[in-house]
């Protein structure tokens, strides 16, 4: 595993590996909140690095933004640091992308991704480097760049209809996700509840997902990490909410790998829903 392939669970907040998909079913939600979290990230026990996720959540928009880095004993082998945000518009609770960006630095690499998103197609998109000539490459296409989100907005799981968020409903989900070089589908399903409680913030209940990697589009058929991840059955994400909104996040997820257990792990979760206004007609609005 490359230093720039260990640093992106730390700024992304494992989004490959979450449950991280976009619903359009029923429900109502005009509410409001937002999250300051910080995650560290383990391989095996061992320290690998630590991140931060900020999410503000309006009733017409919302915007996301999460930095890390390398930490631990990986410093002794390279450094790193990361950063990427999206921001996009609120539909009956439901948040669409209009914009994503990413950048990893290494101590020899680089790489930056940013895309513009309208109704779910990539308008424009840049992804620095740009791959290479590969005969084993499947190539995209312009079908591969309709009907998606980026990692980041997928990250967002709604729970439809208006009863308890701490469903099966909550993880019952797939998501079309391209992240400016690869398309890919992300499917999830029940497994269980869990209680956890933060360093600070959040104690309460969170929903384990199971979640399934299928790659479409953009990746090297020979490479055997895609392989491994299609293959893999035991990967889990734990959502915890959004206070305010219907909104669930990853607050752990886990993968096993030949090095041992990968984990994201919140050491902090605070989130607090904004206060409620008064509208022109007497109603109270989110």
């Given at each position: ?127 620095e480097p740009p791959p290479g000539p590969s005969p084993d490459l499947v ?148």
């Open positions: 595993m490359t230093p720039r392939r260990l640093l992106r669970p730390a700024i992304f907040g494992v989004a490959m590996l979450a449950a991280l998909y976009a619903d359009a079913q029923g429900g109502f939600l005009y509410a409001q909140g937002k999250l300051d979290a910080r995650y560290i990230v383990t391989l095996g026990g061992i320290p690998l690095g630590k991140g931060a996720w900020m999410i503000d959540v309006r009733d017409d928009r919302y915007t996301a933004a999460a930095s890390g880095g390398t930490g631990g004993m990986l410093r002794l082998f390279a450094s790193g640091q990361g950063t990427s945000a999206s921001r996009g518009s609120v539909s009956n609770g439901q948040p669409i992308a209009t914009s994503f960006s990413s950048s990893i630095q290494t101590d020899k690499k680089s790489d930056v991704v940013r895309m513009v998103l309208s109704a779910g197609t990539v308008k424009e998109y840049v992804a190539p995209l296409t312009d079908a591969h760049r309709r009907g998606v989100t980026d990692p980041m907005t997928a990250s967002l799981s709604r729970v439809p209809g208006t009863g308890d968020t701490f469903a099966p409903e909550a993880c019952h989900r797939k998501v079309s996700v391209f992240d400016g070089r690869m398309r890919y589908d992300l499917q999830s399903s029940f497994k269980r509840l869990e209680k956890v409680r933060s360093e600070k913030g959040y104690q309460g209940t969170v929903v384990v997902c199971a979640v399934y990697f299928t790659p479409v589009a953009g990746y090297n058929t020979g490479r055997r990490v895609i392989k491994y991840l299609a293959d893999m059955r035991d990967t889990e994400v734990w959502l915890a909410p959004i206070a305010g909104t219907r909104l669930m996040v990853p607050y752990r997820a886990t993968i096993p790998t030949p090095f041992g257990l990968g984990v994201l792990q919140a050491t902090q979760f605070v989130t607090e829903p904004y206060p409620q206004r008064a509208t022109a007609n007497g109603l109270r609005s989110q």
